[in-house]
T-cell receptor, first 115, second 119 residues
Framework: NAGVTQTPKFRILKIGQSMTLQCTQDMNHNYMYWYRQDPGMGLKLIYYSVGAGITDKGEVPNGYNVSRSTTEDFPLRLELAAPSQTSVYFC??????????????FGDGTRLSIL | AQTVTQSQPEMSVQEAETVTLSCTYDTSESDYYLFWYKQPPSRQMILVIRQEAYKQQNATENRFSVNFQKAAKSFSLKISDSQLGDAAMYFCAYRSALAGGTSYGKLTFGQGTILTVHP
């Protein structure tokens, strides 16, 4: 059981380039999240999704886009990379709000540097 | 909006000793969940322990226990018999128990505490 899988693990981008961070989960979770973690800081929510076809903004959505065409996949798109987007990105999934206190399951993160 | 504050950027402990990491939070909600996550150098986010706000009893998981003070909005983590493998960044996190609204199960994290364990 793979859990939450993120690719790539590391990436260096030039300013203005675009890329997609991939996230897939095999637990049939409805809820998925993208967080970013800046150096020495906690994680902040970028976007979230409560099911296929439904996404919404979190705390820091500017410069990012997401889509959710299937339950399993929740890619994060950077259109015009900026140095401020240098960070570690985490994807997470959760079974749902109605199931007690289900924790979020995290991927191993993608370290992204914009130069 | 909820906020989570960890006022100790760094803590250290001797192997086999006990250490307590502090966390305070601010919320107007009465029902919520609190978590401690461990992040070793590998970057994995590992759930250590969780607490439901409606439960007065403090959660315990082996060597890890919490001191949950709801009125004071305090949620500290105690690590007993510290081991070298406990060295990591520790995050306190808050999750609303409300279904829907603006929370949708998101986690609000503190800034983290780096724990060093000395042999």
């Amino acid at each position: 059981n793979a859990g939450v899988t993120q690719t790539p693990k590391f990436r260096i981008l030039k300013i203005g380039q675009s890329m997609t961070l991939q996230c897939t989960q095999d637990m049939n979770h409805n809820y998925m999240y993208w967080y970013r973690q800046d150096p020495g800081m906690g994680l902040k929510l970028i976007y979230y999704s409560v099911g296929a076809g439904i996404t919404d903004k979190g705390e820091v959505p500017n410069g990012y886009n997401v889509s959710r065409s299937t339950t399993e996949d929740f890619p994060l798109r950077l259109e015009l990379a900026a140095p401020s987007q240098t960070s570690v990105y985490f994807c997470a999934s959760s079974e749902g709000l109605l199931v007690s206190y289900q924790p979020q399951h995290f991927g191993d993160g993608t370290r992204l540097s914009i130069l | 909006a909820q906020t989570v504050t960890q006022s100790q950027p760094e803590m250290s402990v001797q192997e086999a000793e006990t250490v307590t990491l502090s966390c305070t939070y601010d919320t107007s909600e009465s029902d919520y969940y609190l978590f401690w996550y461990k992040q070793p150098p590998s970057r994995q986010m590992i759930l250590v322990i969780r607490q439901e706000a409606y439960k007065q009893q403090n959660a315990t998981e082996n060597r890890f226990s919490v001191n949950f003070q709801k009125a004071a909005k305090s949620f500290s983590l105690k690590i007993s018999d510290s081991q070298l493998g406990d060295a990591a960044m520790y995050f306190c996190a808050y999750r609303s128990a409300l279904a829907g609204g603006t929370s949708y199960g998101k986690l609000t994290f503190g800034q983290g505490t780096i724990l060093t364990v000395h042999p």
